[in-house]
């Protein structure tokens, strides 16, 4: 497919034959049990033919559906091996590319844009390009001035095809559930629909991407390229070379696994505090490891450039305190307190009573990675949590359904999980603690702060 599909029809009958085949396959399946083949085995089949079915659908069309699912392929990490180890390339690919619209498309937006002789603002522009996503793809160029730059041009329709393929995804967001044990993936639909807007606005993107471009211009670990030029549909950035995180993931030296692992982490805690901002979508597509230069004093010879800042999160004061509060209190075992401040910020309704030492020990295995002063990241540990979670027999399972998610949460939550899940697929050692006593406020008690305050 060389375009973006635009009809509402077209994207729609897509969309629609996912529900359909899932039926078809729970029909399957009922056979199968009754044919003798246990439940378990019966549920891998249908959860590895359902991921077939829908990554194969995804990755033929642009617009919300592959937005979709680049956020759930960060979560690939959860799925069973033998269901995600065949798929493990198509998701991949979805983080990466997608099919390219037509040249002359392509010149039409930079013609409508940029003006009839958008030419002239080049010295080279590349037709095809280098990389394609969502909502956009990019190009290859070199600007008037001699510098490399990115040049991202929006899809015609992409706002249209973005609300549509959430819209429909969302009809039957709860088939989809058991593709990803432990997620509530309707939550993630609604929040992805929310944000269409500020992703499609590039003047927005291009604020935030120079408020951290200028924050870290002299940050030995973090590299963001910083905009040469905005208008409609049109983004220009500096050119940033760099191997990119999903090959790292799949064929990366452990030393750059740990060293992005750890970087990941710090850009996802840092870059609140000091800008303000989450990046708030976190897949591997979005980041590069690159080399440091031979001046530089990044440790471990590596810096992690961070790409594409469409949809942010802005949060003036950096992440709120309750986080770090509330994580210090778990690591502690402060049953009481924990309970007491997740009521107070309303994780607990008012109409809910749960027993707080109940709720400590649903918490204290999610929290794991920050007790240990480094931490591995596997898919193995992360399967073993999405299933806990995900199991209706656990008691973690029906403490789980009884909490609540307020609303200011719900990105940061996601961007949490997923930043989760790409380092579990980087299957990176990182140092957690050090970044959240470092950037996280509230993970280190305001007195013990102070004392560290004056030492320093």
């Given at each position: 497919?060389?375009?973006?599909p ?7 009958a ?10 078809g ?5 009922l056979g199968?049990?009754?044919g003798g083949k ?6 891998r089949?249908?959860?590895?033919r ?8 995804l990755?033929e ?5 592959m ?5 759930l392929?960060v ?5 069973p091996e033998?269901?995600?180890g065949p ?10 590319a997608a ?5 002359s498309?392509?010149h ?10 958008w030419r002239?603002?080049?010295l ?5 390009p280098s990389a394609?996503?969502?909502?956009g ?11 490399a ?10 706002g249209e095809?973005?609300l ?8 039957f967001a ?6 990803i ?9 609604t ?5 269409v ?5 590039y003047e927005l ?7 951290h471009?200028?924050e ?8 963001v ?9 049109v983004l ?13 993931i799949?064929d990366?030296t452990?030393e ?6 750890q ?7 840092s870059?609140p ?10 897949h591997?597509?979005?980041?590069r490891?690159l080399?440091?230069d031979a001046d530089a ?8 450039v961070?790409l594409?800042?469409g ?5 003036p ?13 778990t ?5 009481d307190?924990v309970?007491e401040m997740l009521?107070?910020?309303?994780f607990?309704k ?7 030492g109940a ?5 204290v295995?999610?929290i794991e990675?920050?007790?240990?002063e480094?931490?591995?990241f ?8 999405a299933g806990?979670?995900?199991d209706?027999?656990s008691p973690a399972?029906?403490l789980g359904k ?5 609303p200011?949460?719900l ?9 989760i899940?790409v380092?579990?697929q980087?299957?990176a050692t ?6 959240l006593e470092?950037w996280?406020?509230g ?7 102070a004392?560290?305050a004056?030492?320093?």
């Amino acid at each position: 497919m060389s375009d973006l599909p635009r009809k509402a029809v077209t994207r729609t009958a897509k969309l629609a034959a996912l529900p359909l085949g899932f039926a078809g396959r729970t029909a399957w399946g009922l056979g199968k049990r009754i044919g003798g083949k246990s439940a378990e085995i019966v549920g891998r089949e249908l959860q590895q033919r359902t991921a077939e079915q829908l990554f194969k659908v995804l990755g033929e069309l642009k617009g919300g559906a592959m937005k979709f699912g680049q956020a759930l392929s960060v979560f690939e990490s959860a799925l069973p091996e033998e269901v995600a180890g065949p798929y493990r390339a198509a998701l991949t690919k979805l983080q990466e590319a997608a099919p390219p619209m037509p040249t002359s498309t392509v010149h039409g937006v930079l013609t409508e844009r940029l003006g009839e002789n958008w030419r002239e603002l080049f010295l080279e522009f590349e037709d095809k390009p280098s990389a394609a996503a969502s909502i956009g793809q990019v190009h290859r160029a070199v600007w008037h001035d001699g510098r490399a730059v990115a040049v991202k041009v929006q899809y015609p329709g992409a706002g249209e095809a973005l609300l549509s393929d959430l819209n429909q995804l969302g009809r039957f967001a709860r088939l989809l559930g058991p593709l990803i044990p432990g997620m509530d993936i309707k939550p993630l639909i609604t929040e992805l629909r929310d944000r269409v807007s500020e992703e499609l606005d590039y003047e927005l993107e291009a604020r935030a991407q120079r408020e951290h471009a200028a924050e870290f211009a002299d940050d030995p670990d973090v590299v963001v390229p910083d905009v040469i030029h905005q208008s409609d549909q049109v983004l220009v950035t500096e050119w940033m070379d760099g191997t990119p995180l999903a090959d790292i993931i799949a064929d990366g030296t452990q030393e750059q696994r740990d060293r992005a692992g750890q970087l990941l982490a710090r850009f996802l805690f840092s870059g609140p505090a000091r800008t303000g901002l989450l990046h708030a979508d976190p897949h591997p597509g979005n980041f590069r490891l690159l080399p440091a230069d031979a001046d530089a004093d990044g440790a471990g010879g590596w810096r992690l450039v961070v790409l594409d800042f469409g949809t942010v999160d802005r949060l003036p004061g950096g992440l709120p305190d309750t986080i770090g509060d509330a994580l210090r209190l778990t690591l502690e075992g402060d049953a009481d307190a924990v309970y007491e401040m997740l009521r107070r910020e309303g994780f607990v309704k008012e109409d809910i009573d749960l027993d707080p030492g109940a709720v400590l020990d649903y918490l204290v295995p999610i929290i794991e990675p920050a007790l240990a002063e480094e931490f591995t990241f596997t898919r193995g540990w992360l399967r073993q949590q999405a299933g806990r979670i995900a199991d209706v027999r656990s008691p973690a399972h029906q403490l789980g359904k009884q909490l609540n998610l307020p609303p200011a949460y719900l990105l940061i939550h996601r961007v949490t999980l997923s930043t989760i899940g790409v380092l579990c697929q980087l299957g990176a050692t990182v140092r957690l603690r050090d970044e959240l006593e470092e950037w996280l406020p509230g993970f280190v008690a305001k007195e013990q702060a102070a004392e560290q305050a004056v030492a320093e």
